[in-house]
């Protein structure tokens, strides 16, 4: 049973290119998270989707980014003209369908280091 | 949003010692979380706690859900327990809120 699958793990772009992050879920799990790590500001949540749907995006800056999760294939997020700033950590998230009332275990892929020069 | 604060920052210890590492969070939990960030970046799955004890091999955690803390105790450590120790919960939604982290350092 594979983890969470993230992919490329590592992603270098230029200032004012295009990144996109791919997040393939666990198996059978329906909601999907994103969070970000910034140097001095610890691991933040950023977006919680199921499919089709963006359930909260309370955490994403309002520019420039933006997420998915379609009805068939990976989690997206994408980062339009990166820069410097944008060089983070960005870790995704799975977890089984239900409430949040019941058991809601969040597993972490290995995330995907962006380096915006 | 749920606070969570993590103690210590940083601790350093000789191989084959044991540890205690301590989250304090503000509210209520209907999910906890302690992960190891290891020397990769990699996030690892320790325990899933909002109440109770459970163990997993050297490790094991313990949450007083009515006094707000979680432990976790790490035995005869290992140099492979270096790392970052992140503690993260939710109060009554699905965002978790991450601790600071605790960097342990395991020296041979």
């Known amino acids: 049973n594979a983890g969470v699958m993230q992919n490329p793990r590592h992603l270098v772009r230029r200032r004012g290119q295009e990144a996109r992050l791919r997040c393939s879920p666990m198996?059978?799990?329906?909601?999907v998270y994103w969070y970000r790590q910034l140097p001095e500001e610890g691991l933040k949540f950023m977006v919680y989707?199921?499919?089709?749907?963006?359930?909260?995006e309370s955490g994403m800056p309002k520019e420039r980014f933006s997420a998915e999760f379609p009805k068939e294939g990976p989690s997206i997020l994408r980062i339009q003209q990166v820069v410097r700033g944008d060089s983070a950590a960005y870790f995704c998230?799975?977890?089984?369908?239900?409430?949040?009332?019941?058991?809601?275990?969040?597993?972490f892929g290995a995330g995907t280091r962006l380096s915006v020069l | 949003g749920i606070q969570v604060e993590q103690s210590p920052p940083d601790l350093i210890l000789q191989e084959g010692a044991n540890s205690t590492l301590r989250c304090n969070f503000s509210?209520?939990?209907?999910?906890l979380q302690w992960f190891h960030q290891n020397p990769w970046g990699q996030l690892i799955n320790l325990f899933y706690?909002?109440?109770g004890t459970k163990q997993n091999g050297r490790l094991s955690a313990t949450t007083v859900a009515t006094e707000r803390y979680s432990l976790l105790y790490i035995s005869s450590s290992q140099t492979t327990d270096s790392g970052v120790y992140f503690c993260?919960?939710?109060?009554?939604?699905?965002?978790?809120?991450f601790g600071a982290g605790t960097t342990v350092t395991v020296r041979a």
């Open positions: 198996k059978g799990h329906s909601h």
């Open positions: 509210d209520s939990v209907n999910n």
């Open positions: 993260a919960a939710c109060s009554n939604d699905y965002k978790l809120s």
């Open positions: 706690i909002p109440s």
């Open positions: 989707l199921q499919k089709e749907n963006i359930i909260d």
């Open positions: 998230a799975s977890s089984p369908p239900g409430g949040f009332e019941t058991q809601n275990i969040q597993y």
